[in-house]
């Protein structure tokens, strides 16, 4: 398994309220990338990152936004939670582009 | 509208049986991966197609990639209750780091 841990894994929180999940690799692979996924709509991708520092916006991410101060680390911020976010948060990794992304086990987040 | 079309969406059927399911789109792909997912779990890669009309083979399962990289199948042979889960497809565009995923299919072998 691809050394990737999300935490938390479950966070029921209110909604208004800033939320952060981290996602820690110890693969040291170039990309990172958070997704989330829902009934419907299978995996989509809210931001992604391709070096320390560098961060690009993917299909979903109004409400969104991420940090990468380093390598490791890729860290997911809803600034003020909603009902619409309440999804499961997969991060996954990468060491080229366009190559095989690697999944963490997911964050399961519950907006109320 | 969805760049990629999995279809069927659902399946169920006897273990022993044979299936194909699919992934098509409008766009051409510089290469193509099939993931399989478990309840509770993250995808985890099943195979990766880059040329057009290749086909790979995985113990009981084929994947072909078709030759105008638009589109692609996986093929069970003799299904068992293991390869019950989510299959989802995902695909890089030329030139485009981000992979983009299809909706999947949820495929359920009884026993």
């Known amino acids: 398994d691809a050394g990737i841990t999300q935490s938390p894994r479950h966070k029921v929180t209110e909604t208004g309220t800033p939320v952060t999940l981290r996602c820690h690799q110890t693969e040291n692979h170039r990309y990172m990338y958070w997704y989330r996924q829902d009934p419907g709509h299978g995996l989509r991708l809210i931001h992604y990152s391709y070096g320390v520092k560098d961060t690009d916006k993917g299909e979903v991410s109004d409400g969104y936004s991420v940090s990468r101060s380093k390598t490791e680390d890729f860290l997911l911020t809803l600034e003020s939670a909603t009902s619409s976010q309440t999804s499961v948060y997969f991060c996954?990794?990468?060491?080229?582009?366009?190559?095989?992304?690697?999944f963490g086990e997911g964050s399961w987040l519950t907006v109320v | 509208t969805q760049l990629l079309e999995q279809s069927p969406q659902f399946l169920s059927i006897q273990e022993g049986e044979n299936l194909t399911v699919y992934c098509n789109s409008s766009?051409?792909?510089?290469?193509l991966q099939w993931y399989r997912q478990e309840p509770g779990e993250g995808p985890v890669l099943l195979v990766t197609?880059?040329?057009?009309?290749e086909v790979k083979k995985l113990k009981r399962l084929t994947f072909q990639f078709g030759d105008a990289r638009k589109d692609s199948s996986l093929h069970i042979t003799a299904a068992q209750t293991g390869d019950t889960g989510l299959y989802l497809c995902a695909v890089h565009l030329f030139g485009n780091e981000k992979l983009t995923f299809g909706t999947g299919t949820r495929l359920t072998i009884i026993p």
């Open positions: 996954a990794i990468g060491q080229y582009s366009g190559n095989t992304i690697y």
């Open positions: 197609v880059v040329t057009g009309g």
């Open positions: 766009s051409v792909f510089s290469s």
